[in-house]
């Protein structure tokens, strides 16, 4: 593969670069929102001590406040581990796969249609999947406990705590309990594939029009604010219209507390939500998601970029 400059790289050094720069930009960006994240993953599961705070944009603040007065500042990172655990492999196997992936069906300017943004894209959010889901559901398992105990949870006790679920489930998953460990896995597949396909759709398609229409100096100048900005919009835009399956995926996940012999399917969980708050309830936390998905993708792929040009691939 060439660099930026025309020299030819290997297979395998190409790829290793490229996976360095995908595992920057994700952890970079879930570092920085990872207090948001807790508090859109305790709001979205409706837990009893956060309900509270839903539906006004001054409850996400007055959560992040809660939780520092009743778990400490370590609160607002519970479960982080587990995310960055998640999220660096995630990022480095998505965006090396969108790099490879675009090449393949997008070789030449004329072949880059919103049809093959978008397909490219939904193949970069399912190709990690299978691989770091578990980390993301022990992620969530962590983010939902509140319980003050002298005990802080770690991702062992909710490893244990999963498993068992398994075991005491009947069928299939109390022979490999598992599979417990994906939990909204299905959910989480469709989501992703308009989640990120949308993303790419709407990141490639507006840095095209950015380089038809802002003169050369300009974009040479601004590249880093203007990746921020295309890349708040993109994350935005994918947002606003997934957001109901993300509801109902972490629903999914966070499930086993309540429901620890069985995993609850699509039908369930939907008149779930919609019972405990109406068609309200599958937008429960939105504010803050889209407060924290500005800066995550705004963060992801400017860094992205930066990696790799710091990288030369």
């Avoid at 999947?129 to 980390?135: A, S």
């Avoid at 075991?167 to 594939?193: A, D, E, K």
């Avoid at 109901?244 to 966070?254: G, K, N």
């Amino acid at each position: 593969m060439p660099d930026r400059e025309g020299h030819q790289y290997s297979q395998t050094e190409f790829i290793a670069r490229s996976a360095l720069a995908g595992g920057f930009a994700g952890g970079l960006a879930k570092t920085a929102v990872a207090p948001l994240e807790r508090v859109k993953i305790l709001l979205q599961t409706h837990n009893a001590e956060f309900i509270r705070f839903s539906g006004s944009w001054r409850g996400a603040a007055q959560a992040l406040q809660y939780i520092v007065q009743t778990q400490g500042f370590r609160g607002l990172y519970q479960g982080h581990t587990l995310t960055l655990a998640r999220a660096i492999p995630h990022a480095a196997v998505g965006y090396t796969v969108y790099e490879k992936v675009s090449k393949w069906i997008m070789p030449t300017p004329e072949y880059q249609t919103s049809t093959r943004r978008l397909t490219a894209g939904a193949i970069t959010g399912i190709s990690a999947m299978p691989l770091t889901y578990p980390f993301e559901l022990i992620r969530v398992r962590l983010a939902v406990e509140t319980s003050r105990s002298a005990t802080r949870p770690t991702p062992w006790s909710a490893v244990r705590g999963i498993m068992a679920e398994g075991r005491s489930s009947g069928g299939i998953t109390g022979r490999v309990p598992f599979l417990h460990f994906y939990r909204g896995f299905t959910v989480s597949l469709l989501g992703t594939v308009p989640y990120r396909g949308g993303i790419f759709l709407v990141w490639e398609t507006l840095n095209a029009k950015a380089r038809a229409v802002l003169p050369p100096a300009t974009l040479q100048a601004n590249q880093t604010r203007i990746h921020l900005v295309i890349g708040g919009i993109a994350g935005t835009v994918s947002q606003i219209f997934t957001y109901p399956l993300e509801v109902i995926r972490r629903t999914q996940q966070a499930s086993g507390k309540g429901t620890p012999n069985r995993m609850i399917g699509f039908r369930e969980t939907v008149h779930s939500v919609w019972m405990a708050a109406g068609w309200r309830g599958f937008f429960t936390g939105l504010g803050i998601g889209l407060v924290k998905q500005v800066p995550t993708h705004a963060l992801s792929l400017a860094s992205w970029q930066l990696a790799k040009k710091a990288l030369n691939i």
